[in-house]
């Protein structure tokens, strides 16, 4: 059986450039900003400060995404687990999120032999959250990278590295 690599975290995870980016768009605009208005004898207004506020937070954002890629490569060294099988009971699900807003969490789930793996599809993270779009099916054979991280006094099965059986008609 021949795999295809659909994810892996450490050459395929663009959270900390994705955030950087944006931070560094957000600053070019607040430093555009502030120059202008020097350059009319203005001082910075408030909406500048606030760019410049936001794009420095953002820049703190990404480098912390990048201290947990490199924290989760070197944790993959020593407690990596893999299975490899087929994929059972694949599900999505739509979860409200807190507040009077219609907005909502996407997640998806499957299992693999006796291992549960789930991910929210909407979410900019280190690990797998199907980006790619990949369509899972019961019968899928895939071989899954994984780490067991606790979290909110639960274990998750955080994948790391996908491939998968991928048929094309």
């Known amino acids: 059986m021949k795999y295809q690599l659909i994810f892996d975290l450490a050459t395929m995870s663009k959270a900390p450039t994705n955030v950087l980016a944006w931070s560094a768009a957000i600053a070019a605009i607040a430093l555009v900003s502030a120059l202008v208005l020097k350059l009319r004898g203005n001082t910075l207004s408030i909406p500048v400060k606030f760019l410049a506020i936001v ?75 199907n980006a790619q779009g990949l369509k899972f099916h019961d019968g899928m054979p895939v071989k899954v990278s994984y780490l067991e991280v606790s979290t909110e006094g639960r274990v998750m099965n955080e994948i790391t590295r996908l491939e998968a059986v991928v048929l094309f008609p």
């Open 55 to 129: 794009a420095g937070i953002m820049l703190l954002v990404s480098g912390l995404m990048e201290f947990e890629r490199r924290w989760i490569l070197d944790k993959s060294k020593t407690e990596l687990k893999t299975v490899e099988g087929v994929v059972i009971t694949f599900w999505r699900n739509r979860v409200k999120r807190a507040g009077n807003g219609n907005a909502y969490w996407q997640w998806e789930g499957f299992s693999v032999g006796d291992k549960q793996f789930m991910y929210r599809t909407d979410a900019e993270q280190n690990y797998f959250s």
